[in-house]
Nanobody, 130 residues
Framework: QVQLVESGGGLVQPGGSLRLSCDASGFSLRETPMAWFRQAPGKDREGVSAIDNRDGIGYYRNSVKGRFTISRDSAKNTMYLQMNSLKAEDTAVYYC???????????????????????WGRGTQVTVSS
């Protein structure tokens, strides 16, 4: 069964750090284009970071460049998002997503190769507040 499960969210003060995890099952994360999205209250879901399945290179939206780092552990079939220097505007529900079929809206994140992210986790809440 294909499944994505996020964890690692929480409440953190501005300037703090969090590491999100996305545990994948039912498919090989190493062979699959993956990404992190987020959705703040009252706003549309937006792409945060994508990782190229071929070479592991990360791509980022401008607002998180230099602060967030995407990575993966193929042995654990887990993807991560290390978030440093967090700001109040990073507050959102964070979702991991996988491109497993050619269906859905085509999205390019930070100049990444376009993908259709069709499989989603349930999300993890990140709140940045003092």
């Amino acid at each position: 069964q294909v499944q994505l499960v996020e964890s690692g969210g929480g409440l953190v003060q501005p300037g703090g750090s969090l590491r999100l995890s996305c545990d994948a099952s039912g498919f090989s994360l190493r062979e699959t284009p993956m990404a992190w999205f987020r959705q703040a209250p009252g706003k549309d879901r937006e792409g945060v970071s994508a990782i190229d399945n071929r070479d592991g290179i990360g791509y980022y939206r401008n607002s998180v460049k230099g602060r967030f780092t995407i990575s993966r552990d193929s042995a654990k079939n887990t993807m991560y998002l290390q978030m440093n220097s967090l700001k109040a505007e990073d507050t959102a529900v964070y979702y991991c997503a996988a491109d497993l079929t050619p269906e859905g809206r085509i999205v390019s994140i930070g100049g990444s190769y376009p993908h259709t992210y069709d499989t989603w986790g349930r999300g993890t809440q990140v709140t940045v507040s003092s």
